[in-house]
């Protein structure tokens, strides 16, 4: 599994070169019309022992990471990649108001895969993921904070250097791209050592993990990131407008 992840997503980065970042995105430009009149929310549902929802989190059986409620009226399943610019827009001017308006009011719970769509994206969602749910969503907040200066890094590294990553062992190349990210100060400082990191890019059953939700998004038509599903149903967005205010529409119809 993990030497066909390897050939397919090693050759779109050598492919796409230092543009790769923007690439694979979820790009398509109709944005749906939002004609719906505002609607009221429901009332609150109080979280256990005076506690938030938003401090409830587990892992689903899919392999994501759920955050919420875990009996909410409206599931919401967002697929998203650490290289993705138009989902660390979402996380940065849409999830505030996600967590705050509806998961903490028990209403909405979130659960978040990861889509993988190169070798980069692959080693910090890795680390990203290594140490439970606990942890990743603000780990996956932060490093979405960092992409900008992190795609930098990226795009400075030399071509040759990037090349012979994509030639080494599969037991070596994770390691690789952590280091041509200049990650590794980030997740070092976050309860991951790097002996500890390396153990955790070498995980095979979290590749497998990784593997299995591409299977699953490709069943349900997932073309890109960022894409959502709510109670099931895909929701079509694009970039012609934010995506908070085109998914919060559909938020506020599936909880009426």
Not at 20 to 44: D, G, I, R, Y
Not at 136 to 155: S, V
Request: glycine share 8%; with cysteine; aromatic share 8%.
């Amino acid at each position: 599994m993990m030497k066909k992840l390897k050939i397919g997503l090693g050759a779109v980065l050598l492919l796409a070169g230092s543009s790769f970042m923007v690439s694979a995105c979820h790009k398509t430009e109709k944005a749906p019309a939002n004609s719906q009149q505002e609607a009221a929310l429901p009332a609150a549902i109080p979280a256990p022992n005076g506690g938030s929802w938003t401090d409830v989190v587990s892992v689903s059986p899919e392999g994501g990471f759920v955050m919420g409620n875990p009996k909410a009226p409206v599931s919401l399943v967002e697929y998203a990649s650490f290289t993705c610019p138009h989902c660390a827009d979402f996380t940065q001017e849409g999830f505030p108001k996600l967590r705050d308006n509806y998961i903490a009011k028990g209403l909405v719970k979130l659960e978040f895969r990861n889509l993988v769509r190169d070798p980069f994206d692959i080693a910090l969602t890795l680390l990203a993921r290594c140490r439970g749910a606990e942890t990743f969503f603000p780990i996956a907040d932060q490093l979405f904070q960092e992409q900008k200066p992190m795609f930098e890094r990226i795009q400075n590294a030399d071509k040759s250097d990037l090349q012979r990553v994509a030639g080494l062992p599969q037991d070596q190349q994770m390691a690789e791209y952590i280091r041509l990210t200049g990650m590794n100060p980030f997740f070092g400082n976050r309860g991951l050592p790097t002996s500890a990191q390396n153990k955790c890019l070498t995980d095979q059953a979290a590749i497998k993990t990784l593997m299995d939700i591409r299977s699953i998004a490709d069943k349900q038509n997932v073309t890109g990131t960022p894409m959502f599903l709510i109670n099931g149903a895909l929701q079509e967005v694009g970039i012609g407008s934010p995506i908070w205010d085109q998914l919060e529409p559909a938020l506020k119809a599936a909880l009426q």
